[in-house]
């Protein structure tokens, strides 16, 4: 059965990722820390779909669920319409191909005792596409080529090369196995401002090239702007606010979007007027506020938020929203 | 005049395969309740200007030339236990990295105290009233329980705070701060920022700021230092440098910066080619000439002098134009 076009590529639903922290005497867990509690979303095929929130908000949890790593609590993961959350080891190996990681540090994502050669070769292996040495030998080249490493590169090990190129190298290692999608968690943030812009560039092409769809994780929100289609806002473990890059960067209907974009310094001269900054710090997810999780810090908070937990409603075209400033 | 003045100073490493010149030939000055920005990318040299400056570099391993006048002293040339009398006292630093800078075993006020019995000759009571003060000014909500508490007990804004009240408990004349919220978190970043700023219209403390952030200098520098592979390479008032930089680095730092709302659809980064050069080799001409759009022959060859090509606008470029100044 081939996907129908409408049909998105991955589809998270209801998922829940909760840690038990503390038990009692008998094992029942006493403290649950709900890391991620409820949130759904659709990644179309081709789509650029980036996450953003603070250190603690859960996003990292949700691209290490989605490519297996961690097992959810609850919830359901399809990919290409067939879940992928519940199936045996086995079994998702032949999906663990579709779904690539680049992860945030380039200094600890790459095997130190390892030719970048057998880097890059050892997903190829795994998931048999190559036809023999010579088809492996050119794979390896086209893949150096794409991400714009010269090709001298595959007998050199990782610690000759700068952070920029080893997250070449991790980028390569994520489109060996030809994926439909790749999860970029924070992958540019440890990058100094003129290699990520490299990187950034070096993304946007492949994606394009390849039709690939991402999964952009990502505190950063000016990058963000550059690269995605659609955003999902998170605050504790929730989703807040789901749109399209324009109307979410133009229009930000939820508090804590508009404070996240406000706090966010441009390097333009004079300080900004209208500037809503945050107070206080982000609550402990192990003991979330009860109603809105962010009414604790929400500038227009009232009686309501305390106490009334707020659902997503649509807003506009694709676009939700969970404030009970918007009903 | 100037409450800090570098001339020439040159920090140079031995290393086991030959001499890293980290700082080469640096000059610059640092007035009176100003903020001074020192920006650049990782091993351009900016952070261990901050160490020479306290004289917190190996001294084994490390040859310091040129000179550092505090107040008209020269620092380099002071006995160690002098310094330790300027060290948090006349001049204070904060780091990086909240989670790491403080003892994890010692409680807060004790940490605050620590600072204040070296450099001040004053009863328990008074320290503890002090240290209650600190905390404070720089936000902490209930500053006498937090006194008590342990530097696990805080998030990483409020350790940031923590550091930056050990930091000014004596009133020190110069503040550097080495990137003070790259570990922060944006809606934090931006509540230190705004403390540093108040702090420094209330106390006129002189502040060194240390970034790689462009954006967080616009935010709260008033003069701006562009560093590049060892060497000052542009100077000028924050609003010149963002809005007319003349050397071709700082522009090609300007438009990597990825700024919200002026995205748009698939923009490009600006990218910088290629990598920082190797401090270990003598470099004879500009030291960006490597990346450099405009470098011709003459860049290869010869370094380009600081000329001041504007008012207060100095630039280390051959085809930097002069302009606004007196024939």
Do not use: W
């Not at chain 1, 506020?289 to 937990?309: K, M, Q, W």
């Not at chain 2, 071709?248 to 600006?270: F, N, Q």
């Amino acid at each position: 059965m081939s996907p129908l076009p409408s049909q998105p590529l991955l589809s998270v639903k209801n998922l829940k990722k909760h840690y038990a922290t503390k038990f009692s005497l008998f094992g029942r867990a006493t403290r649950v820390v709900k890391a991620v509690d409820g949130i759904s979303f659709d990644i179309l095929k081709g789509e650029t779909l980036s996450l953003v929130g603070e250190s603690g908000c859960g996003k990292s949890t949700v691209g290490k669920t989605i490519i297996g790593l961690l097992q959810p609590t609850s919830g359901e993961i399809e990919l290409g319409g067939a879940r992928i959350d519940n199936l045996s080891p086995d079994a998702f190996r032949a999906q663990r191909k579709r779904i690539q990681i680049v992860f945030q540090d380039p200094f600890s994502s790459l095997d130190p005792r390892m030719r970048v050669r057998d880097i890059l070769a050892e997903p190829i292996h795994n998931f048999g596409l190559a036809r023999n040495a010579a088809d492996l030998k050119s794979r390896v080249d086209d893949l150096l080529d794409v991400v714009r490493l010269p090709k001298d590169a595959a007998s050199r090990f990782p610690h000759e090369f700068s952070g920029g190129q080893r997250q070449r190298i991790g980028i390569a290692r994520a489109l060996a196995a030809e994926p439909d999608l790749i999860v970029c968690d924070e992958a540019v943030s440890a990058l100094d401002v003129s290699v990520k812009a490299q990187v950034v560039n070096l993304l946007q092409d492949l994606k394009d090239r390849f039709g690939l769809a991402l999964l952009f994780i990502s505190h950063d929100l000016a990058i963000v702007d550059h690269i995605t289609d659609r955003v999902a806002v998170m605050y504790l473990g929730k989703i807040v606010e789901v749109a399209p890059r324009g109307p979410l960067f133009e229009n930000p209907l939820h508090p804590y979007t508009q404070a996240l974009l406000s706090a966010v310094p441009t390097p333009t001269p004079g300080r900004k007027t209208s500037r809503t900054v945050l107070r206080g710090d982000l609550p402990s997810p192990a003991n979330p506020p009860p109603g809105c999780n962010f009414h604790t810090r929400c500038p227009l908070a009232f009686d309501r938020c305390s106490r009334e937990t707020p659902v997503l409603r649509s807003t506009g075209p694709d676009q939700m929203a969970a404030c009970h400033l918007i009903d | 005049m100037a409450l800090l003045e570098i001339e020439n100073l040159q920090t140079h490493f031995r290393t086991s395969d030959g001499i890293n010149r980290a700082v080469d030939g640096l000059s610059l000055e640092v007035r009176p309740s100003e903020t001074l920005a020192i920006v650049g990318e990782s091993g351009c040299g900016k952070s261990v200007t901050s160490m020479s400056i306290l004289r917190l570099l190996p001294e084994n391993i490390t040859k310091t030339a040129g000179s550092i006048r505090f107040h008209g002293r020269d620092l380099l040339k002071l006995t160690e236990s002098e310094m330790r009398g300027i060290r948090g006292n006349e001049i204070s630093m904060i780091f990086q990295e909240p989670m790491t800078s403080l003892n994890p075993v010692l409680t807060i006020g004790r940490q605050i105290r620590e600072t204040i019995a070296l450099h001040r000759t004053v009863s328990r009571a008074e320290m503890d009233g002090r240290a209650k003060d600190m905390l404070a000014l720089v936000g902490i909500p209930d500053p006498a329980r937090r006194l008590q508490e342990y530097p696990h007990q805080l998030s990483g804004g409020m350790r940031q705070r923590v550091m930056i009240a050990i930091a000014l408990a004596c009133d020190p004349k110069l503040l550097i701060a080495d990137e003070p919220t790259t570990a922060l978190d944006v809606t934090i970043q931006a509540q230190v920022l705004e403390l540093l700023a108040d702090i420094q219209a209330k106390s006129k403390t002189s502040i060194i700021l240390i970034t790689h952030d462009l954006g967080v200098v616009a935010e709260i520098a008033h003069r701006v230092v562009v560093m590049y592979a060892g060497r000052k390479v542009e100077e000028a008032s924050v609003e010149d440098l963002l809005t007319r930089p003349r050397h071709p680095y700082t522009v090609g730092l300007l438009g990597a910066v990825p700024k919200i709302g002026v995205g748009g659809d698939k923009m490009r980064l600006v990218e910088i080619p290629g990598l920082v050069p190797n401090l270990k080799q003598r470099i004879a001409g500009c030291v960006f000439a490597n990346r450099c759009p405009k470098a011709r022959d003459l860049c290869l060859e010869f370094a380009p002098a600081l000329e001041q090509k504007a008012p207060a606008h100095v630039v280390a470029c051959h085809f930097a134009e002069k302009e606004g100044l007196a024939a």
